[in-house]
């Protein structure tokens, strides 16, 4: 049974872009969630998708935005990228958006923008 | 507000000793608290959870944790040490409002030889 995948696991983006990060998640969950992990930080979160709708937002700028398609699978897009973007970039998945029954994380994207 | 504080940024402990990653928290109602762990490169694993059930959680891999509601504490413990230990521990709480995760900042478990 694969847990989340996440896609892909490095990048490099110059100041200015676009970037675009890939996660399914956990076989069974309907849930992602995306969490921004700065070095030597824990992770802060970004948002939630649950029914292909964004249900929860933290205090991240419109610049960050999202979309689960109808197999729960999702995407995180950033735009015009700033140095401090650079950081691992986590998903999370869960069955509802309660996750009583657990968050399963992937390993993360690590995003390096120059 | 609900938050997190992990009062150690590095512990250091040898082999076969015991570790104790301290964590105090901040919520307004009945929390419900994790501890998480990350090696380096690796995704984020959950080792233990308290939902309001049982004050002494136990967990994997030998870790287990005691919520003390009078200290607001959830301190993380385990009673012998091993290299494979060694990693970034994570303390958190779930908001009860959107059940949101409020992370704390981590504590890297050192282990000498």
């Known amino acids: 049974d694969a847990g989340v995948t996440q896609s892909p696991t490095h990048l490099i983006k110059t100041r200015g872009q676009q970037v675009t990060l890939r996660c399914s998640p956990k076989s069974g969950h309907d849930t992602v969630s995306w969490y921004q992990q700065a070095l030597g930080q824990g992770p802060q979160f970004i948002f939630q998708y649950y029914e292909e709708e964004e249900r929860q937002r933290g205090n991240f700028p419109d610049r960050f935005s999202g979309h689960q398609f109808p197999n729960y699978s999702s995407e995180l897009n950033v735009n015009a990228l700033l140095l401090g973007d650079s950081a691992l970039y986590l998903c999370a998945s869960s069955f509802l958006t309660s996750a009583n029954y657990g968050y399963t994380f992937g390993s993360g994207t690590r995003l390096t923008v120059v | 507000a609900q938050s997190v504080t992990q009062l150690d940024s590095h512990v250091s402990v040898s082999e076969g000793t015991p570790v104790l990653l301290r964590c105090n928290y901040s919520?307004?109602?009945?929390?419900?608290l994790f501890w998480y762990v990350q090696h380096p490169n690796k995704g984020l694993q959950l080792l233990l959870k308290?939902?309001?059930?049982a004050t002494l959680v136990k967990g994997i891999n030998g870790f287990e944790a005691e919520f003390k509601k009078s200290e607001t504490s959830f301190h993380l413990t385990k009673p012998s040490a091993h290299m494979s230990d060694a990693a970034e521990y994570f303390c958190?709480?779930?908001?009860?409002?959107?059940?949101?995760?409020?992370w704390g900042a981590g504590t890297k478990l050192i282990i000498k030889p």
């Open positions: 958190v709480v779930r908001m009860d409002s959107n059940y949101q995760l409020i």
């Open positions: 308290y939902t309001s059930a």
């Open positions: 919520s307004s109602y009945s929390p419900s």
